[in-house]
């Protein structure tokens, strides 16, 4: 039996304490629907229908959907407790929103949008079809329930989708993971202060004007393509995500410099009880003129050693107290390490209904923070790797990095 009362990780808090009335720390997952369950042939929604299946699963004791349950109380010791949820409110119908394009100007509205703390946080968004477009959803979660690859478990057993395996974990090493020494801490914070980027509007204050525009790619041709150039999926994706930005800056009439620095979240073999745990690797984009693959093989060499180092380091050292977590928000509004966020998650290979509806597409978006202006996540899915493009339109325009994305990708997958 789960219990009705349990303290946050500091990992989970971190995330509670990284919220700012400007910075909203909300991930989202958003997607077309064909007809069956709910979603009627004309794209019409049972609402009363969709609400009966959440509170169904919900009701039905699946321990890795207590955080849909409950809510945060804040205080010196910040712990999730049992709540009542208003179903009308957490399940609800929103406007049309026409195709891809329209989820995507919707989810650019929502990402300033907070979850209230005085509910689990958590809402269902149901998107009715319109003019001879699918049906959608958005999926809204507070980052304290669930990172990428958690966010991913939670997803699947929210659907029901009990055979689909979750994504694997690394393996668990010794000290991976682990606290690190204070004189590894030192250093990793001396680097973040020391080292700084090229001013590039991708760095400044974060405005509310968002947009978000999504791509997408056959995984399996991506996979061999990035495999004949001797990378991975994600060496592929930061090699487009580079065209993606250099194209981006070069429209706005911005300075590109060499190489653009991006943080990569990595996940961590030691999770606990936690939604969030994953360490970080820096990765350097090269942005010189010069063909997509090209730019793969730069970028893997760094990758190989990268990856294997974040996982030796760990989550960073100042979000675990609260103290801490107060300085490193402080830094990351004026730091200039870094200049933009990746992430690539595995999600499910098999296609999932959503109360017996099938996604027949799902992007991710997640949140942009502190000065970095640019955030973009991939997730594979069915055999396809979709990937979503939050940006700040003071800094750079996602539908810009989008089109050059697509074509990056395209080019890589044949």
């Known amino acids: 039996m789960v219990a009705d009362t349990e303290p946050l990780t500091r990992a989970d808090a971190a995330t509670l304490q990284l919220e700012s009335a400007d910075q909203v720390n909300v991930v989202i997952a958003t997607g077309l629907l064909s007809p069956g369950g709910f979603v009627g042939i004309d794209g019409r929604l049972d609402v009363a229908a969709a609400r009966a299946w959440v509170t169904e699963r919900l009701a039905s004791g699946d321990p890795e959907l207590r955080r849909l349950s409950q809510r945060v109380v804040d205080g010196t010791h910040p712990s999730w407790q049992a709540a009542d949820i208003d179903f009308d409110h957490h399940v609800r119908l929103v406007e049309a929103a026409p195709g891809a394009d329209g989820l995507a100007e919707l989810c650019s509205r929502l990402m300033t949008r907070p979850l209230p703390l005085t509910r689990p946080l958590w809402e269902l968004l149901l998107v009715p079809g319109s003019s001879g477009q699918p049906a959608g959803f958005v999926l809204r979660l507070h980052h304290s329930v669930a990172d990428g690859t958690g966010g991913v478990r ?123 745990a994953t360490g970080v690797m820096v990765v350097d984009l090269p942005t010189a003129p010069a063909a997509v693959d090209t730019r793969l093989a730069a970028i893997a060499t760094q990758t190989a050693r990268a990856k294997q180092q974040a996982r030796a380091q760990g989550t960073f050292e100042l979000t675990r107290s609260r103290w801490g977590t107060r300085l490193f928000w402080f830094l990351a509004r004026y730091q200039r390490f870094v200049a933009l966020f990746v992430s690539n998650v595995k999600g499910p290979a098999a296609r999932l209904t959503l109360g017996g509806a099938p996604i027949a597409a799902i992007w991710p978006v997640t949140p942009i923070q502190g000065n970095i202006r640019l955030g973009i996540t991939a997730l594979s899915y069915h055999e396809r790797l979709y990937c979503g493009i939050h940006s700040d339109l003071d800094g750079v325009s996602a539908a810009v990095i989008a089109a050059a994305l697509q074509r990056a990708l395209d080019e890589l997958a044949h």
């Open 154 to 276: 939670l997803f699947q057993r929210l659907v029901g989708a009990f055979d689909e395996p979750s994504s694997p974990r690394p393996p668990t090493r010794p000290g991976v993971g682990a606290r690190p020494s204070l004189g590894l801490s030192l250093v990793r914070i001396f680097a973040l202060l020391s080292q700084r980027t090229r001013r590039t509007p991708l760095l400044g204050r974060i405005s509310p004007r968002r947009e978000v525009a999504f791509a997408q790619v056959d995984l399996a041709a991506l996979a061999a393509g990035s495999r004949n150039l001797g990378g991975t999926i994600n060496d592929a994706l930061l090699a487009a995500v580079a065209m993606g930005v250099t194209s981006a800056l070069a429209e706005r009439g911005a300075p590109i410099p060499d190489s653009l620095r991006a943080s990569v979240p990595v996940a961590l073999a030691d999770r606990g009880n936690s939604g969030n």
